[in-house]
């Protein structure tokens, strides 16, 4: 019988257990999805955080876990979001998603709502925008 090895990239995010961890192909974006034999649970071993990919990165450091707003001044949380939302997306065909809704609501929209453009060199996705 063959020794089974136990690769710690693959611990099961609902039970914790990194053995019998099995290959169970792959996602829509060619990463590989895996499943553990003990929870029946499918998971990607390396996927990125859930739901805030590298753009939402400044956004889901400081604000992921139910932290609060209430610390910060509606100027503050209105620069996160411009920076946040001025990276362009290939998602959304190169553009950023404060020109995706510029285009169907109309600039005035974005002003009621205190945001505004960041030129890509400009933008900030670190702590740094805080300080």
Same mark, same amino acid.
């Given at each position: 019988?063959? *020794?089974?090895? @136990? ?10 257990? =990194?053995?019998n961890? @099995?290959?169970?192909?792959y996602?829509?974006? %060619? ?5 553990? *034999? @003990?929870c ?5 071993p390396?996927g *990125?955080?859930? %739901?805030?990919?590298? !753009? %939402?990165?400044l $956004?889901?450091e /400081?604000?992921?876990? %139910?932290? #609060? $707003? ?12 411009? !920076?946040v939302? #001025?990276?362009?997306?290939?998602? +959304? ?8 809704? =510029?285009? +169907?609501?109309? /600039?005035? =929209?974005? =002003?009621? +709502?205190g ?6 060199a400009?933008? @900030?996705?670190?702590?740094?925008? +805080?300080?």
């Amino acid at each position: 019988m063959r *020794k089974q090895t @136990i690769d710690e990239t693959r611990r099961c995010p609902k039970c914790g257990r =990194a053995e019998n961890q @099995i290959n169970a192909g792959y996602n829509r974006s %060619g990463t590989r999805r895996c499943l553990c *034999k @003990i929870c029946n649970y499918k998971y990607t071993p390396d996927g *990125k955080t859930q %739901g805030f990919p590298q !753009h %939402g990165a400044l $956004f889901h450091e /400081h604000f992921s876990g %139910g932290s #609060s $707003f209430d610390d910060y001044s509606q100027e503050t949380v209105n620069l996160i979001f411009s !920076h946040v939302n #001025s990276v362009r997306r290939k998602s +959304l065909g190169g553009k950023s998603p404060f020109e995706v809704f =510029a285009f +169907l609501f109309d /600039h005035d =929209a974005t =002003a009621v +709502l205190g945001i505004r453009p960041i030129p890509p060199a400009e933008v @900030i996705q670190s702590p740094k925008l +805080l300080r």
